[in-house]
């Protein structure tokens, strides 16, 4: 975990050494009903916060492109490493 914490802001959405995975609906008795042909998953990591430094004084709404396709580098990675272990989420 080091090694990534001390990585730089360019290489660490390519190198994520963990995460967590959550299926909330499988454990909401109700969701079926709710929202039927639907179920949610969650992904957890750790990132630095020093990664995002450069956003941290912008407006949520107002982070721009960059912002996005940064956070999207990390989700992309993550939703393709869960696919490994759940590989029929990639039919969904």
């Known amino acids: 975990m080091e090694e990534y914490f001390n990585s730089d802001q360019e290489a660490a959405p390519d ?3 963990m995460m967590y995975v959550s299926f909330p609906s499988a454990k ?7 929202f039927p042909g639907q179920s949610r998953m969650v992904i957890h990591t750790m990132v630095n916060p020093r990664w995002f430094e450069q956003w ?3 407006s949520e709404t107002e982070r721009g492109e960059d912002y996005e396709k940064y956070k999207m580098r990390f989700a992309n990675h993550l ?3 869960a696919c490994v ?7 969904k």
Request: proline residues 13%; neutral net charge; hydrophobic residues 25%.
């Open 85 to 91: 272990h759940f590989p029929k989420l990639k039919e």
């Open 28 to 34: 909401d008795p109700t969701s079926c009903t709710r």
């Open 56 to 58: 941290s004084n912008i």
């Open 15 to 17: 190198h994520i050494p």
């Open 79 to 81: 939703f393709d490493w």
